[in-house]
Every structure is written in C-alpha cells, then in structure tokens.
C-alpha cells in the first residue's frame, strides 16, 4: 500500500506543479526586438551580398502570418497590408541615415526595377487558434548596393498580424559593410 501512495503523491505533485504554471501572456500586438545580423558568403562565389536578420516576437493571440490565398482586402497586392513584415534599407550619408530604394538588374528581361525587402510571414500556428506566441524570425536580407559608394548601412522592421496590428519599429544598429 505504501508504494501505491507513493505513486499517487507523485501523480498529484506533477498535477499541481502542471496547474500552478502561468501561461505567458503577451499583448494582443505584436512585439518585436532586435535578436542580431550574421554575414552570409556565397559558397560559390566568396561574395558576400546577403545577411540573415534575426528579429525576436511576442504576440498574445497569435495570429501572425498570412497565406498565400489571403490576397483580398485589406492583404491585396497593392495594399498597404500585403506585406506583414516591413523592413526598410538605410544607407549612412555624410553622417545620416537615408531611406534608399535599391535597383536591381534582371538578366533574363534586360530591366531594372526597384527591389522590396518587405515579406509575407505564413501563419504561425493554424488561424483558428488564439495563444500567445514567441520566437525568432529570421530573414535574408540584400546588403550589397552597387550603385552606392557607402558602407554603412541599417536596416528598420515592423510586423503587422492579421487582425492589421502594428508591432513597434525596431533599427539594426549600424552594418559596417568592410569586406
């Protein structure tokens, strides 16, 4: 009898141990942090044109993320809402940060158009949940301008959830591009 007690009590410690722990609770808006930036080298051609940007969030309901069918109003493609992770490329100009638009060179068309760093995230967990969320978001960014005589670069990020919530604005530190 005594080996069956033990059992029980262990039982109903993990219980309570179990029932005692909080969930996290974060807002309902999403929360963004900077989390850091690592230099990517082409294995193939030494270069180094891309970085990954690591972007730490919370969200309390956690409904982060679009589909690729959510393209009606309000996430249409020319809607301010078709992107929900917005990055902006800044460039250090005599001391300041400009927002600089980047051109690149489509071989196969023979045209230049304006790149956007801006992405759709995928749901995160299935839409018809609601619990708070947390991770890191990580996304290869183009770092190489080469129309741009500058090293300096820094990039801002903002995350919008489906329910058109906007995160904080986060700004990398400075990216001293030396190689």
Known sequence: ?????????????VVLA???????????????SFEGFVFLQDSQTGEINTGLLRIGYTDGDGDIGLDQGDTLFPYHKSGEYYYNLIIR????QQGEFIEVPLIRYYPETQTYDTSTFSGRIPPLIPKDQKEAIKGIIEDEVFIN???????????EVQLIDRALNK??????PP?????
């Open 18 to 32: 179990a029932a005692c722990r909080k969930e996290k609770e974060y807002p309902v808006e999403p929360v963004i």
């Open 167 to 172: 995160s904080n604005v986060i700004s990398t």
């Open 175 to 179: 990216i001293i591009l030396d190689f």
């Open 1 to 13: 009898m005594t080996k069956l007690r033990f059992i029980l009590l262990i039982v109903l410690g």
């Open 145 to 155: 301008n080469p129309l741009s005589d500058y090293d300096t670069i820094k990039f």
């Open 89 to 92: 490329y800044y460039e250090q």
